[in-house]
């Protein structure tokens, strides 16, 4: 089963806020077929690249959805997503910061 992180909601709350007015529909629709695209995950939980980094003892992966990671770990039967990042952001800090604020 896929589960979202807090982190990984506020992430996505964020992208739509900020939105401009008029573009607040189509980042809500844009949001809402990358949540959909992760359901790939449910079925093919491997199916993302390794991205050699852990968080509390799992090793991280990410699909990439149009200009954004989905990151997430495999933790028994449920994929963990932590995070959805812009494909421009230094994935390196963005995981320290991210892991700090989950640990």
Not at 43 to 48: A, E, F, L, R, T
Not at 74 to 93: G, M, S, Y
Request: no cysteine.
């Amino acid at each position: 089963m896929v589960v979202w992180t807090d982190t990984a909601i506020s992430h996505i709350t964020e992208f739509i806020d900020e939105a401009r007015q008029d573009t607040e529909n189509t980042a809500k629709a844009y949001m809402q077929k990358l949540v959909d695209y992760a359901d790939i995950l449910n079925s093919m939980p491997k199916i993302g690249k390794n991205i050699k980094y852990i968080i509390s003892n799992y090793e991280l992966r990410q699909i990439i959805y149009k200009k954004h990671r989905i990151i997430y770990y495999i933790k028994e039967n449920d994929i963990v997503i932590i995070a959805i990042l812009h494909t421009r952001l230094d994935i390196n800090k963005a995981l320290k910061r991210i892991k700090r604020d989950i640990s």
